[in-house]
């Protein structure tokens, strides 16, 4: 790798943390130009685009193909596998809890302004947000449905992508989780007659069988109970907190500051309190740049 393809990757890596995600995207194509073959760059141009989705704008189930192509130059390349899963899993749980909540916060905003009980049973908080203009409840459910359904297809593909590898059990584990909470808003959304029956018989015979992959997995992992989770989600936007450098086997994070809401354990992928200085999931040990001793 040529010292200006690191820089860029560096640069891009960056300011997908921090949120700038349209700079990112631009880096990663610089990079893609400067090396066709960087697998890092292609995935990561994916994973800038979608961050920049929305309800109404972008298609975030294209990171399926982009990720797919970047695995392919990977293995092309003779790249690092190990590396690959461990970002891509990482980055694609990240994305895909976030979207989620931000569709939340939007469908919560909406149905609160109409005085309308919003029907999903979780993940409902009071979240302050600028509220959509002109757009009613219904005019929201077909772009809800159909983001929701695009992120339910990425954690899909990433737990087929996973399913094979011993050493990515505890991101499964957590990208399962996340998937049946996703299926549970598709099934609520099935009550209040906004979701085509076909796809709802499908999310809930698909439903029905992740307790049981859920329990295979904390039985093969040993996961401890989580007696330590927050209770409550903080108010305010959600931002990235993604760690610039981790040890995952001696389970240390270093972030270059300690974001105001949220903080994601790059072990286990957890997404938590920023408060927090050790994860509660894996009890990895964060250290933030900026913190004053």
Request: hydrophobic letters at 40%.
């Amino acid at each position: 790798m040529t010292p200006a393809l690191e820089t860029l990757l560096v640069l891009a890596d960056r300011d997908i943390a921090a949120g700038r995600f349209a700079f990112a995207e631009t880096e990663y194509a610089k990079a893609l130009e400067l090396d066709p073959d960087c697998w890092r760059a292609l995935h990561g141009r994916g994973v800038a685009h979608t961050w920049q989705s929305s309800l109404l704008v972008g298609d975030p189930a294209a990171l399926i193909d982009s990720t797919e192509d970047a695995l392919k130059l990977c293995r092309k390349t003779g790249g690092d596998e190990a590396e690959f899963f461990d970002r891509v899993s990482f980055e694609l749980i990240n994305l895909t809890s976030i979207k989620y909540n931000e569709l939340t916060r939007v469908y919560t905003s909406l149905a609160r302004r109409e005085n309308r009980k919003a029907p999903s049973p979780l993940f409902f908080h009071t979240w302050s947000v600028s509220r959509p203009e002109g757009l009613s409840l219904e005019d929201m459910y077909i772009p809800l449905v159909n983001y929701l359904s695009a992120i339910i297809m990425i954690a899909e593909y990433l737990d087929r992508l996973l399913a094979d590898r011993k050493d990515s059990k505890v991101r499964r584990l957590h990208n399962v989780s996340n998937l049946a909470i996703f299926y549970d808003w598709v099934l609520s959304f099935e009550t209040a007659g906004v979701v085509h029956d076909s796809y709802a018989a499908t999310i809930r015979e698909r439903r029905g069988k992740l307790d049981a992959l859920r329990e295979t997995l904390e039985s093969e992992l040993g996961a401890p109970e989580l007696r330590n989770a927050p209770e409550d989600f903080p108010e305010g936007k959600p931002l990235p907190g993604v760690a610039i450098v981790a040890d995952r086997e001696k389970k240390v994070a270093h972030f270059p500051l300690r974001p105001p809401f949220e903080v994601i354990c790059p072990v286990c992928g957890t997404v938590q309190k920023s408060n927090r200085s050790i994860c509660y999931q894996c009890s990895c040990k964060f250290f933030f740049d900026d913190d004053v001793e």
